[in-house]
């Protein structure tokens, strides 16, 4: 009953009240309704107390590191990297309360002063022109709304700042609004932008640069260095009075700071250099561990690039294909993207690890990554897989070809290889076929070992299966640049190999391990193969097809291999010291030919060589060591046979100097051969009697 009487008095008493407004009464109502409504909705339309307390969550870019866990690139939507207050310079402190919230410890989110004073200025100008927001709202507006000037906008930030000051200390407000305030160039937080303007952390700041970077928050497009250095010491100017007003600084340190020349030293931001190198870690990245964490949650990543390296790769490969375009019948086109591209590869037989990694000539002008996603024919280059498979089934370096002008038979008839040149033996040893690239002699080197056991070698080393025909030897099939270069690996590794090694190890951003690899490997070939294959391939740099890199300037002891296809449209150079594979491709992404008798071994080796003279410069003269499942036997060195008195005498040699065919060759324990050199005469007494074995033994050969 009780209730009933106070609801009819409160009804009595609005009666009332409306009578007395009059004519005014359902304006008012009205006006009240909307009032209350308004209201209502924006408390509603703006986060709750979980979503206010996100504001502390903040997107923070993933550091990628080298081989040696230095910093040397970020992968990132916003480059930041956050600190706390702490860590920041007093002077970055006093500057930002000066500037952006004088009274930022004494109110409650909102400055009804600051307020008052900009409204005053927005009823003279008739616009919405200055806001007069607090650093709290300031952090509300770029945390959950837009910078769009618009009073409903402005009526949520206010809401929102009240809430976050709820939420939050002073503190953590303010430590909260010095990462997430963006400073121009990229740089979101104050330690971003401290690291990437003068190359330090935000705790080592100077007056004259803290006013500086504070000076950028109004408008950093417009105030930025270099590029607005005026426009940046003007404002730089501004700060410093505004904190000489407020008592932050003295008028003498507000004059010796105007008067301080800016050093810019950005060790922050994407450095121009192993973008193709980065933009594959990313990818790996991704797709362990999704989109958001590699762009937002400040992953530490440690991968095996080295910078030195990666530079040298990218120096050489960029000059070398424009000294290619500068050669006399170069006709390909020279502007991108259609130009003459190249890759390049560099890894550690030991374990792996890829040091240098270049997908094409510039990034900018192609992502695409022709190290890795361009699959091209290897020419040539191909040929030390098919010998390795040879060399495991029995053969030796010395093994004589022979009948090498016959053909071989394929399904639609018969085929035989051009040869280069003029030269076209009828026999020769595995060893100098290699050196000299002979295309005949390596497909009866495949005839003897067998299309499939070629096949599965091949894709025991890391490669894609070739087409089962013959001209898979002469590189037929369609291979990367990286599988390539690892596939060389085994030879400079006794044997094992290694899958190819981006990223040693992730964490998180407090340190907690994520993943790390396990560095496994598999034996592809035998060590004494690994070892032979190694030795043969040393002759191709020494004096073979590989020898212009002894031209170039490089001196340790090394073996490689050229490959050059069919009308000049691919060139490549694998090669490799005890330490270091690296592998070079040039040619065009439309194949075409690269230039007018366009071999590997004028093009692409010149490049190789110029990297590997700086990226093992100071490494020692050394090479593989002989396995102890290998022998040397001395034997003629035409017939891979043992030699006789004739085998002594010298020749001519195809340059008019005499020569003699006789030397120390390399074989498997068992493999060694037991009969005489029948390709010239001048057996003694020995040899005639059979006992040349047993002679040797005793008197030494």
């Known amino acids: 009953m009780a209730i009933r009487e106070r609801l009819s008095e409160i009804g009595h008493r609005v009666r009332s009240l409306h009578t007395r407004m009059g004519r005014w009464a359902w304006p008012a109502w009205a006006a009240m309704a909307v009032v209350t409504v308004g209201g209502i909705n924006l408390f509603f339309v703006v986060p709750g107390p979980g979503g206010i307390r996100s504001a502390a969550e903040m997107p923070v870019s993933t550091l990628v590191y080298d081989l040696r866990d230095r910093p040397v690139f970020s992968i990132f939507k916003e480059h930041r990297t956050t600190v706390g207050l702490k860590d920041v310079s007093p002077h970055i402190i006093r500057a930002v309360l000066a500037v952006e919230d004088e009274r930022f410890y004494s109110h409650g989110g909102i400055d009804a002063r600051r307020i008052a004073g900009a409204a005053l200025a927005n009823l003279k100008q008739g616009e919405l022109a200055q806001g007069g927001s607090t650093i709290t709202q300031q952090l509300a507006r770029k945390t959950f709304l837009t910078d769009q000037k618009s009073f409903w906008r402005k009526a949520r930030e206010i809401v929102l700042a009240v809430r976050l000051e709820w939420a939050f200390s002073k503190d953590e407000i303010l430590e909260m609004y010095l990462n997430r305030i963006y400073f121009g160039r990229g740089f979101y937080g104050i330690e971003a932008a401290a690291q990437g303007y003068f190359g330090k952390k935000a705790s080592a700041v100077t007056l004259d640069e803290a006013a500086l970077l504070v000076g950028l928050i109004q408008a950093p497009s417009a105030y930025a260095p270099p590029a ?47 973008e193709y190198f980065r933009n594959r870690v990313a990818m790996e990245l991704v797709e362990r561990f999704g989109e958001d964490m590699v762009w937002n949650g400040g992953l530490r990543v440690f991968t095996t690039v080295d910078p030195a390296m990666q530079r040298a790769a990218e120096r050489a490969l960029t000059t070398g294909l424009a000294a290619i375009e500068r050669r006399r019948g170069f006709s390909g086109p020279r502007a991108a993207p259609a130009y003459l591209q190249g890759a390049f590869v560099a890894i550690d037989p030991r374990n792996g690890h890829v040091r240098a990694l270049v997908g094409g000539r510039d990034f900018d002008d192609s992502t695409f990554d022709r190290a890795i996603d361009a699959q091209r024919q290897a020419g040539s280059a191909y040929k030390p897989f098919v010998f390795a498979a040879a060399l495991e089934a029995g053969a030796s370096p010395a093994t004589l070809l022979t009948d090498l002008s016959s053909s071989t038979r394929i399904p639609s008839g018969t085929w035989r290889p051009n040869v280069s040149g003029t030269d076209d033996p009828e026999e020769m040893t595995m060893r100098e076929a290699l050196r000299v690239s002979n295309n005949r002699a390596a497909v009866r080197v495949l005839n003897t070992v067998g299309i499939s056991n070629a096949v599965r070698y091949a894709t025991d080393l890391g490669l894609r299966a070739p087409p089962a025909v013959p001209s898979l030897v002469l590189g037929s099939g369609e291979v990367n640049l990286l599988s390539m270069t690892n596939a060389y690996t085994a030879f400079a590794n006794g044997g094992l190999i290694h899958s190819p090694i ?32 190694a030795d043969m391939l040393a002759d191709v740099v020494n004096r073979g097809t590989g020898s212009r890199a002894r031209g170039e300037g490089f001196t340790l002891p090394a073996g490689g291999k050229t490959g050059t296809t069919n009308d000049y449209k691919d060139a490549w150079f694998v090669g490799f010291t005890p330490s270091l594979v690296a592998g070079v491709w040039a040619g065009f992404d439309e194949p075409r030919p690269i230039a007018p008798n366009g071999y590997a071994t004028g093009l692409v080796v010149p490049i190789w060589a110029r990297f590997m003279r700086e990226a093992t410069k100071g490494h020692p003269a050394r090479w593989l060591s002989v396995p102890s499942s290998v022998n040397s036997v001395q034997v003629c060195l035409r017939s891979g046979l043992l030699p006789t008195n004739g085998c002594r005498e010298t020749t001519p040699g195809p340059d008019g100097e005499f020569v003699e065919h006789v030397g120390f060759e390399f074989f498997r324990a068992g493999t060694e051969p037991h009969e005489f050199c029948t390709l010239h005469g001048g057996r003694g007494f020995f040899e005639r009697f059979g006992i040349r074995k047993a002679a040797c033994a005793i008197f030494g050969c």
């Open 228 to 274: 607005n250095m005026k426009k940046a010491l003007a404002r730089r100017t501004v700060v410093l009075a505004r904190m000489q007003t407020v008592g932050a600084i003295t008028p003498r340190e507000a004059e010796r700071a105007a008067g301080t020349t800016v050093h810019l030293r950005r060790e922050l931001g994407q450095p121009r250099f192993g």
């Open 502 to 533: 981006f990223i040693r190890r992730v964490e998180d951003r407090d340190g907690r391990l994520l993943w790390q690899d396990t560095g496994g490997s598999h034996r592809a070939i035998s060590e004494s193969t690994a070892f032979l294959m």
